[in-house]
């Protein structure tokens, strides 16, 4: 089984087309039917049927795609890897993290380490956790910003403590002020804007107004940290956000902390177990522990 041959795989399997596949590779149409031909013959099945010029995944194909994409990110990472120069001049991260950690942690992070490293690439994934684990299983990730505790089931992955963060509430400051000290269960009632599905900070919010005995009110919901926010800004509702994103909200929003014993997040630095990061992403991840300071490490979600 050649890397080429897994390349061309891929590439049909992305298309469901031999051509088109052909054209995004740069070889010729009749090459790569070679190579695909010379994959299955090896392996002993079709990955691919050709029914009148409808192209989809055998069983075998289907089973195969995974884990050729896993090594060609693999192999993608590693020559990056062996590619940069002495102290840090050339390469680049993918990292990936949350809305709201992009908005309130990274930003400063990411000045500094372009400031160190112009040299480096950065490339940012913007997810939620869920996706984000997703994304690492792949390949498609050197590290990522996740919310503790990971989605389970998972792969195997190394998770690092990077900081935890209170959250806060944040209203228009057109609004009557809510009421201080805010417990979670003042908010009965209360018109709330909120995340979409899949989203960390909605099942945070949502798990926390049942537990305090009811369901929360929604005017309107499915957005992101930018929206919700300008959503708050219209007087739409309330919402529930980081303390890091809240800090940077302007002074068009009020923010409300809440009464003892609040709400509060993990946020962790995770990565595969079974590959180590890039340099570049070593250096990224030691300045991000540096300037958040490390809690320690948790387990390993294993899957």
């Known amino acids: 089984m050649q890397f080429q041959q897994l390349m061309y795989f891929v590439a049909v399997a992305e298309t469901r087309h031999f051509t088109r596949a052909a054209e995004r590779t740069h070889v010729a ?12 013959r090896e392996l002993g099945a079709e990955l691919f049927s050709r029914a009148r010029g409808n192209i989809a995944l055998t069983d075998a194909g289907e089973a195969l795609l995974p884990l050729a994409r896993r090594i060609l990110a693999d192999a993608d990472t590693a020559r ?16 990936g993290a949350t809305p709201s950690v992009c908005t309130g942690l990274l930003p400063d992070v990411l000045r500094a380490f372009h400031d160190r490293h112009p ?8 997810g939620g956790s869920h996706d984000l684990v997703r994304e690492l299983a792949r390949g ?8 503790l505790p990971l989605p389970v089931p998972g792969p195997s992955l190394t998770t690092v403590r990077l900081l935890e963060e209170d959250l806060a509430v944040v209203s228009s400051a057109a609004s009557p002020p809510l009421r201080r000290p805010l417990r979670i269960a ?3 009632g209360v018109p709330m804007v909120m995340y979409r599905h899949g989203y960390d900070l909605r099942e945070l919010t949502v798990a926390a107004c049942r537990t305090a005995g009811f369901e929360p009110s929604f005017t309107v919901e499915g957005g992101e940290m930018d929206a919700v926010l300008g959503f708050v800004r219209a007087g ?5 956000v980081p303390s890091m994103v809240a800090g940077r909200s302007g002074r068009d929003l009020r923010v409300t902390p809440l009464a003892a014993p609040g709400l509060r997040r993990t946020i962790a630095l995770a990565h595969r177990s079974d590959v180590a990061p890039p340099r570049a992403a070593r250096e990224l991840q030691r300045m991000l522990l540096s300037s958040h300071g490390r809690l320690g490490a948790a387990p390993a979600a294993e899957g």
Not at 29 to 40: C, K, N, T
Not at 121 to 126: G, M
Not at 140 to 147: E, F, K, M, N, P
Not at 236 to 240: F, I, K, P
């Open 119 to 126: 040299g480096i690439e950065l490339l940012i994934d913007e």
């Open 236 to 240: 739409l509702g309330v919402a529930v």
């Open 29 to 40: 149409q009749p090459s790569l039917s070679q190579q695909i031909r010379a994959l299955e």
């Open 80 to 95: 990056h890897e062996v590619q940069e120069l002495a102290q840090l001049r050339r390469g680049r991260v993918r990292l």
């Open 186 to 188: 003042d908010l009965q």
């Open 140 to 147: 498609a990730l050197d590290l990522a910003l996740v919310v």
